[in-house]
């Protein structure tokens, strides 16, 4: 498998725009996370999807982020508008759930996103 | 919510051994170990359940306390390629997914 596709890898943006972040699980995957990391925040959890429902948005910053998991294997993550504060390294990663609980999670290389 | 790591940072020469704690104020069910080398992403080291079991692959190892609500990682004879920063990442909760978060992680520099 070729692990967690995210794309774009990079992009920059202008304050204002509308960003589209896209992400591909791994096969079989039940389970994805979006999360942002920066330097000042660390690794924050946006949002995850079980069985491509949202379980849990409560670390959505504001209105402005939302995110969709429209089938098993793609996933998006969109601002709008983009601010400067949203520059931001996007990781998507996907895991496997057994029975219960989370297990280990595999991650994308991350969008690394610049709002100026 | 978010779990308390320390120390914040720490430097090694290679082949010397160090420890990383991780602890909340809230009962834990799993404690998940992550390593994330700069520029890349996260790897998954390993997953502690509660009830105090050790797990371990090669020199690293890690103990989960559910009743001190602490997990430690630990690194033996330490590598080069040990460098990095460690996330602890725990679980808390009765129901299912509820409340996973990242501690704020621990900056790892072993030198030659």
């Known amino acids: 498998d070729a692990g967690v596709i995210q794309s774009p890898r990079h992009e920059v943006t202008e304050m204002g725009q509308e960003v589209t972040l896209r992400c591909k699980p791994i096969?079989?995957?039940?389970?994805l996370f979006w999360y942002r990391q920066t330097m000042m925040r660390g690794l924050e959890l946006l949002i995850y999807?079980?069985?491509?429902?949202?379980?849990?948005d409560s670390g959505m910053p504001e209105d402005r982020f939302s995110a969709k998991m429209p089938n098993a294997s793609f996933s998006t993550l969109k601002i709008q508008p983009s601010e400067p504060r949203d520059s931001a390294v996007y990781f998507c990663?996907?895991?496997?759930?057994?029975?219960?609980?989370?297990?280990?999670?595999?991650f994308g290389q991350g969008t690394r996103l610049t709002v100026v | 919510q978010q779990p308390v790591q320390s120390p914040q940072a720490v430097i090694l020469r290679e082949g010397e051994d160090a420890v990383i704690n991780c602890s909340s104020s809230?009962?834990?069910?799993?404690v998940h170990w992550y390593r994330q080398k700069h520029g890349e992403a996260p790897v998954f080291l390993m997953i502690?359940?509660?009830?105090?079991e050790q797990k371990g692959h090669d020199k690293i190892s890690a103990s989960f306390n559910e009743k001190k609500q602490q997990s430690s990682l630990y690194l033996t004879a330490s590598q080069l390629s040990y460098s990095g920063t460690y996330f602890c990442?725990?679980?808390?909760?009765?129901?299912?997914?509820?409340?996973?978060?990242f501690g704020p992680g621990t900056r790892l520099s072993v030198l030659p």
């Open positions: 809230k009962a834990l069910y799993s």
């Open positions: 502690l359940l509660k009830g105090g």
């Open positions: 999807f079980n069985n491509n429902v949202p379980i849990d």
């Open positions: 990442g725990t679980e808390k909760g009765d129901n299912y997914g509820q409340n996973f978060v």
């Open positions: 096969s079989g995957h039940n389970s």
């Open positions: 990663a996907s895991s496997s759930q057994g029975s219960d609980r989370y297990t280990e999670a595999f």
